[in-house]
């Protein structure tokens, strides 16, 4: 039995049927592998490496004493070739690190992670972030405030944006290093319970993680419904309760991680193995789409060439998911550790371009697919005059950018881009979140 959708949201499509059953297999070993020094929220890394420098597969390359970071590793073994500014699939140009790895190439090793005291000093070591798209720093996260103890560990499961199946197939083959992850998570933090949500698209994937879940840990099936799998959404489709304006998630006792992450923790503590490597998505237009096992660094244009290549009618590629993904102007940039997909669209899938946008005609449609209650119409007509204080006032800096006011907005407004320009413009005044 499902639990009762939260209010708002959209059904697109799903789109998965080219990828949910295709099981996760090796991707490419590029020529040269480009390891962005900022691959999370938060501060950036500094290179710990010199050109001409040899490094080893799992060796550290970038850190940075910052509290809100994460280190990068190299996924190769091979020569450092350059450290120089390189284009990022979300368009910022940041310091990088290129290395050519050796011909022979040993993937069943890798640098040991040090020994640490904790669960956070070994998730920080490991250059852990969370693998839904937003790549914030998890190592943070494990370190609730004292006047917000944590009770329930929830990890997301929902996978809601269409097209992506990665963590799908994650659960599917890898349960039992996301239920181990989510106990290691619970027992960190003190938490008495873990519940893994999922949608119940992903049947499978449901019976997979049942079947390892016990003691302590639950699995909860949740409706399909866009965006399910947002931290607000989920925390009250598991818990009933709304996080507070102004306030962190751990407000309402919970704390939220993706199902990828949980089991990069597992891998972190039982293998002492770093983040230099994640399960990307390849599908859409492309000849032989499919889950791919992805050494961070690749170039997305070796990827797709390692998927087959674009079909011939392909009008626009994305980082990520047809929602909240980033189109890309070109694919010489490299994978992520927040690049959950890549998804090539044929002019016929993008029908909602922002180019024939056309004025509101105050249908309200925005206004009840906004799981945040907003009215995405007025934030969109205050951005779009310049008008931060009315965006400040209609609460935009509460918006989360699901795209779905964009998704539903019959005129094709580019609702999340002009209310995205209105929060860049508040924030840079000084109006905190």
């Known amino acids: 039995m499902t639990r009762a959708a939260f209010k708002g949201g959209v059904h697109p499509h799903d789109s998965k049927a080219a990828t949910a059953q295709r099981p996760i297999e090796a991707g490419p070993i590029p020529s040269r592998v480009v390891l962005p020094m900022s691959m999370h929220l938060g501060a950036p890394c500094e290179p710990v490496v010199a050109v001409g420098e040899h490094v080893e597969r799992g060796q550290l390359v970038g850190d940075v004493d910052a ?14 070739d350059a450290i120089t500014r390189r284009l990022t699939a979300g368009g910022s140009i940041v310091t990088a690190v290129e290395v050519v790895p050796d011909e022979v190439q040993d993937l069943a090793s890798f640098v040991l992670l040090p020994e640490e005291h904790d669960l956070k ?3 920080r070591a490991a250059g852990l972030v969370g693998l839904g798209g937003a790549a914030f720093p998890s190592a943070v996260k494990l370190s609730p405030a004292k006047d917000t103890p ?42 008495s ?37 947002a931290e607000k959404q989920l925390i009250w489709a598991v818990l009933r309760k709304e996080v507070p304006k102004g306030k962190l998630p751990a407000a309402t006792g919970a704390l939220v991680h993706n199902v990828g992450t949980a089991a990069a923790v597992a891998d972190a503590v039982e293998h002492r193995k770093p983040l230099i490597e ?6 859409g237009a492309v000849r032989r789409p499919g889950n791919y096992r992805v050494l961070l660094g690749t170039l997305i244009s070796d990827l797709v060439e390692f998927a087959g290549g674009l079909e011939d009618d392909v009008e626009r590629v994305v980082a990520g998911g047809p929602m909240t993904g980033a189109a890309l102007g070109r694919l010489d940039v490299p994978v992520q550790k927040g690049t959950s997909g890549v998804l090539a669209l044929r002019a016929a899938d993008c029908t909602r371009a922002i ?9 309200g449609r925005c206004v ?40 539903i907005c019959p005129t094709r407004r580019p609702l999340v881009q002009l209310i995205r320009s209105g929060k860049q413009a508040l924030l840079a005044k000084g109006v905190k979140p």
């Open 121 to 123: 000093a070994t998730v």
């Open 368 to 407: 009840e697919a906004c799981p945040m209650f907003l009215q995405p119409f007025a934030l969109g007509s205050y951005a779009l005059l310049g008008d931060w204080n009315g965006v400040e006032r209609y609460h935009g800096l509460d918006c989360i950018e699901c795209g779905s006011c964009g998704f």
């Open 67 to 80: 509290m809100v970071s994460a280190p990068v590793h190299s996924p190769v073994s091979g020569k450092v």
């Open 278 to 283: 994640r399960v990307v998505t390849v599908t």
């Open 193 to 229: 319970r873990v519940v893994i949500g999922v949608e119940s698209n992903k049947p499978d994937a449901i019976a997979a993680l049942r079947d390892e879940a016990n003691g302590g840990v639950d699995v909860l099936e949740l409706p399909t419904r866009y965006p399910q799998g």
């Open 150 to 191: 944590v009770s329930t560990v929830i990890l997301n499961g929902c996978e809601c944006e269409p097209y992506l199946t990665c963590d799908h197939r994650v659960m599917v083959e890898h349960a039992e290093r996301v239920v181990a992850g989510g106990r290691l998570i619970a027992d960190a933090v003190g938490a």
């Open 355 to 363: 180019d024939d946008d056309q004025p509101c005609i105050r249908c």
